[in-house]
């Protein structure tokens, strides 16, 4: 089924460990972008590409790195987990050109003990 | 203040009752979003609006894009509608979304 496809849906990390939460979309969408949902706080953009090679920051990026090699890959790294990187992550992508809507993955829930 | 603003937070209704929810945002869009997501799930995209108005099923969605206001009507509601509704604009130049704070919808028998 098309679709954003997100894995894995539930991970522990202890502090300072390091993984990849991995994000993929078989539409062909140029946009894709990573969110992170905390209590009370609403959802929040951490990165986004606009297409293969292109990556840029949201409004939380620190401690979070993303690569675009392919159109169908948005893999979100976290480099050295911290108790505050507990959340629920989401990826959605979309067509660039407007009036097209978004697609979101059915979240990762990250614990960092 | 956000740039996205819902109201109210939390909502509780009886089975049947008509619900309303409001977005109101402050900057130029190019598209209004509303969303749904259920107790520990995934976000589902209800609607896509850029003008007037829109419905499916039992759900209406509204646009006044002067007054940059939203609104998101569940006719009829059923205890399977108890999820968070929320609002996310797409600005006029770039593809990055603004979400609201989401409104809580609790639906009982």
């Known amino acids: 089924n098309a679709g954003v496809t997100q894995t894995p849906k539930f991970q522990v990390l202890k502090t300072g460990q390091s993984m990849t939460l991995q994000c993929a979309q078989d539409m062909n969408h140029e946009y894709m972008s990573w969110y992170r949902q905390d209590p009370g706080m609403g959802l929040r953009l951490i990165h986004y590409s606009v297409g293969a090679g292109i990556t840029d920051q949201g409004e939380v990026p620190n401690g979070y790195n993303v690569s675009r090699s392919t159109t169908e890959d948005f893999p979100l790294r976290l480099l050295s987990a911290a108790p505050s990187q507990t959340s629920v992550y989401f990826c959605?992508?979309?067509?660039?050109?407007?009036?097209?809507?978004?697609?979101f993955g059915s979240g990762t829930r990250l614990t960092v003990v | 203040k956000n740039e996205v603003e819902q109201s109210p937070q939390n909502l509780t209704a009886q089975e049947g009752e008509f619900i309303t929810i409001n977005c109101s945002y402050s900057v130029g869009i190019s598209a209004l979003h509303w969303l749904q997501q259920h107790p520990g799930g995934g976000i589902v995209s209800l609607f896509m609006?850029?003008?007037g108005k829109k419905k499916h099923g039992r759900l209406i969605a509204t646009i006044n894009i002067q007054e940059k206001h939203s609104s998101l009507h569940i006719t009829a509601s059923h205890p399977r509608d108890s999820a968070v509704y929320i609002c996310?604009?797409?600005?006029?130049?770039?593809?990055?979304?603004?979400f609201g704070g989401g409104t809580r919808v609790l639906v009982k028998p």
């Open positions: 609006l850029s003008s």
């Open positions: 996310a604009v797409k600005p006029a130049a770039g593809n990055k979304l603004t």
């Open positions: 959605a992508s979309s067509y660039k050109s407007i009036g097209y809507g978004y697609t």
